[in-house]
C-alpha cells in the first residue's frame, strides 16, 4: 500500500452508518498472517467510540472516541482480547492498563518498571524531570566518575544537585559534604 499526497498519505477509515452508539467500534487495522491455510491476526489497532455520536449546537464535537492497541503474545493463551495498550478520550495512554488513571499509566501483573536508558556513550544520564511553571525537578541516575560501573542517584531542582546518593552508598545534601553512609 502506498498512499501519497501533496500534504502527506492519508488513510482513512469511514463507517458508513446512520447512527453511531456508545463502545461501537469505528475502524481498525489489522495485521494478519496465514498458516496451513488457516488466517491469524497477530496485531490491531482499534478506535471505538464512547458515546453516542451527536451534534450539539450544530457542531460536530460531541464524538468521543478512544484508540486501543492488541497484540498476540508468543503463548497459547489468546491476548488480542485485552488492549495493551489504550489511549483513551483524556489523551491518557495505559499500558497494560484499559482504564489509564494518569497521562501515562503503566501496569504489569509482576513487574510495573519504567526504564529510562541512556545510550551507554560518554558520560551518561537517564532520569526523569518533573517541570511545572515555576521549574523543573529531577530524579536521575548519573555517572559522575566515567571509570564508575553504576550511577548515583541524584534528585536536582534547577539544574544544581540538592541530594546525591553515591555509589558507596554515602548521601550528600543541597551539595554538602557527605552526611554518612548507608550500610
Known sequence: LDVTHANGGIISCTRNDADINSSEKIGAIRWKGLHGGSEFTTASIEVDSITDWTAVDGNDYNQGSRMKFYIQSNYSTNTLDTPAMMLNEDGRLGIGTASPGTTLHVKHATQGWLTVEGDGTGNDHSG???????????????????????????????????LTLDLSGNLAVDGSSTLGTFD
Not at 566518575?145 to 539544574?159: E, R, V
Open 128 to 162: 526523569v524531570n518533573f517541570t511545572t511553571d515555576t521549574g523543573t525537578w529531577t530524579w536521575a541516575a548519573a555517572h559522575t566518575n566515567s571509570s564508575a560501573i553504576g550511577a548515583d542517584l541524584l534528585y536536582a531542582y534547577h539544574g544544581g544537585a540538592k
